[in-house]
Nanobody, 124 residues
């Protein structure tokens, strides 16, 4: 079992940056694949980025590739999402998720645990 708490959301102007952080509880954090998803108003939740248990493999949605960077610190039990060059279309609630599987995945159904989310608003 793992519990996830996101932080770092807020209001930023287009072109700005934010860094989201997800803190996990539980002794097995280092064995989980970790991911970030987002849900904009009136839209379905979508994949943003994921990282393997040792950080050696990452995967990004095409819409954020080159602008967002996912990283993790297993000693601190955290996974971060650095978001640069933000656009109004990045506005959403961002969720951290943990997957007990072995391969990085963009599918929501593969993730077993979810945080409550943090709001990111990008103004134009």
């Amino acid at each position: 079992q793992v519990q996830l708490v996101e932080s770092g959301g807020g209001l930023v102007q287009a072109g700005g940056s934010l860094r989201l952080s997800c803190a996990a509880s539980g002794r097995t954090f280092s064995t989980y694949i970790m991911g970030w998803f987002r849900q904009a108003p009136g839209k379905e939740r979508e994949f943003v980025a994921t990282i393997s248990w040792n950080g050696g493999s990452t995967l990004y949605a095409g819409s954020v590739k080159g602008r967002f960077t996912i990283s993790r610190d297993n000693a601190k039990k955290t996974v971060d999402l650095q978001m640069n060059s933000l656009k109004p279309e990045d506005t959403a609630v961002y969720y951290c998720a943990a997957d007990r599987g072995a391969i990085v995945s963009a599918r929501m159904s593969d993730y077993d645990y979810w945080g409550q989310g943090t709001q990111v608003t990008v103004s134009s």
